[in-house]
Structures are given as C-alpha cells and as structure tokens.
C-alpha cells in the first residue's frame, strides 16, 4: 500500500506499477519490516503539488521536499503522520493555510514551512507539537496574531516567525519557553509594549523584534536575559531612555535605531558592545 502510495506521488513515475524494491529507490529508506521512514528528495526531480496520498505512509519520520519549486496547498493528510518528527517544505511555491489537522503530528521535532505562499493565520493546534524544538514560518503571508498556544511549545529552541504579516501583541505565554534560544519576529505588524516577561526566557541568545509597531519603553527586566548575544529593536516606536540594566549584562550587538529614544547612553557600556542607537 505505501509502494503505491509513492507512485500516486508521481515523482517516481519511472518505475511504471512495478512497486516491488520500493526502498532501494532514491531518495527513499525503509525499515527492516519493509516501511517507508524517510523521504528525501534532494536528489530526486520532484514538481507540482504534494499528493494527499502521502498520508498513506504511516512510518515516515522525515520527509524533505525544500528547495523543489512544489506548488498546490499543503495536504490535510499530513496529519495522520503520527510518527514524523522532521517535516521540510522550505523554499517552494506553496500556498493556502496551514491545516488545523497538522496539530495531530505529536512526534514533531522540526518544522519548516519558510520561504512559501502561505496565507491565513498560525492554527492554534499546532500548539499541541509540544516535541517540537524547531518552528520556521518566516518568509510566507501568514496574517492574524500569533496564537497563545504556541507558549505550550515547552521544548522550542528555535522560533522564526520574521517577514509575515502577523499583527497583535506578542502574546506573555511565549515566555514562558524556558528553552527558546533564537527568536525572530522582525518585519511583521506587531503592536503593543515591549514585554517585560522577556526576563523569563533564560536560554535566549538571539532576539530581533526590528521592523514592527512596538511601543513604550524598554523594559529593565531585559537585563536579566543573561545569555543575550544580539538584541535588535530597530525600526519601532519605542520611547524613554536606555534603562541601566540593559548593561549590566550587554549583549554583544545592540541595536536600537530608528525609534524615539531619548537622553544619554549610560557611561558603562562596554566598549566591545556592537551598539546603533
């Protein structure tokens, strides 16, 4: 079932209805009983859409289609994927929303949608990925506001959500992911303060909130982000003075242009610090 699985697939139409091999062809590897667990097709001529038919494959643990110029939406049928733990449609040609169906995938561990068409807004059951430890949205059309279930995502490192349309403020539950580590929101339409829950996210190295409508202060609790390296708030709305306790612990890049910040820089910064003010 899963062999004819692959040839509704249509990118190994080469091997006609002969179905028997399956796992010797490229870009395919199966377990001992013989089921599909991998597929990448970095080196298979892959076009057109992707086939509901691929919700046929019960096994598949990683499933790399980037860089292959797909079209059509992304299938429904990828939810029933209960066992796939990394999942890359980057840099193609897909459009549509991403399905409410695909909160099912409770294996996930790496998801990569970026550099798509995609539409519509971020379905908050991808909240229940809570294996997921990579989410890359960045580079799509997606609108609305991020979900707060996305704060239930307990074992994110990686969170890119840059060049979209989302809007909103950033919702308090995504600090509480004590893990995340990278963190990209720039070039969206996000409104509202500059949390003061950043304090929480103590594993963060990398925060760019540049390019979106952010406002008030920067809050002081920032300073206690202790593993920050690179910090960019560039192009927002925010006012006031640089709070002393942003350097008490510098990052190593900061960079605060293009907003309405007043009064002078505190004399102990440190003059290794990469600052635009």
Request: proline share 6%; charged share 20%.
């Amino acid at each position: 079932m899963e062999a004819k699985a692959l040839l509704h697939l249509g990118w190994w139409s080469w091997h006609g209805n002969d179905t028997r091999g399956h796992c010797r062809w490229k870009g395919i590897a199966c377990n001992k009983a013989g089921s599909i667990t991998r597929i990448d097709c970095s080196w298979v001529a892959v076009s057109g859409s992707i086939s509901p038919e691929i919700g046929a494959l019960s096994s598949l643990k990683s499933l790399d289609l980037s860089h292959k110029g797909l079209t059509g939406e992304l299938p429904q049928s990828l939810g029933k994927l209960t066992l796939l733990e990394k999942l890359d449609l980057s840099n193609n040609f897909i459009n549509g929303s991403i399905p409410l169906d695909w909160g099912k995938m409770k294996s996930l561990k790496q998801l990569n949608l970026s550099g798509n068409q995609i539409r519509g807004p971020i379905p908050p059951t991808l909240g229940k990925l809570t294996n997921l430890e990579q989410l890359d949205l960045s580079f799509n059309q997606i609108t609305g506001a991020i979900p707060r279930e996305i704060g239930n995502l307990k074992n994110l490192s990686e969170l890119y959500l840059s060049k979209n349309e989302l809007n909103g403020w950033i919702p308090s539950s995504i600090f509480n992911l004590s893990r995340l580590s990278l963190f990209y929101l720039d070039s969206n339409l996000l409104e509202g303060p500059l949390p003061q829950e950043m304090e929480n996210l103590k594993a963060l190295r990398f925060l760019d909130l540049s390019n979106n409508k952010l406002i008030g202060p920067i809050p002081s609790q920032i300073g206690n982000c202790l593993v920050l390296e690179e910090l960019y708030l560039s192009n927002n709305h925010i006012t006031g003075s640089i709070p002393f306790e942003v350097f008490t612990c510098p990052p190593h890049t900061l960079d605060l242009s293009h907003n309405f910040i007043e009064g002078e820089i505190p004399h102990q910064f440190d003059n290794d610090l990469y600052f635009t003010f």
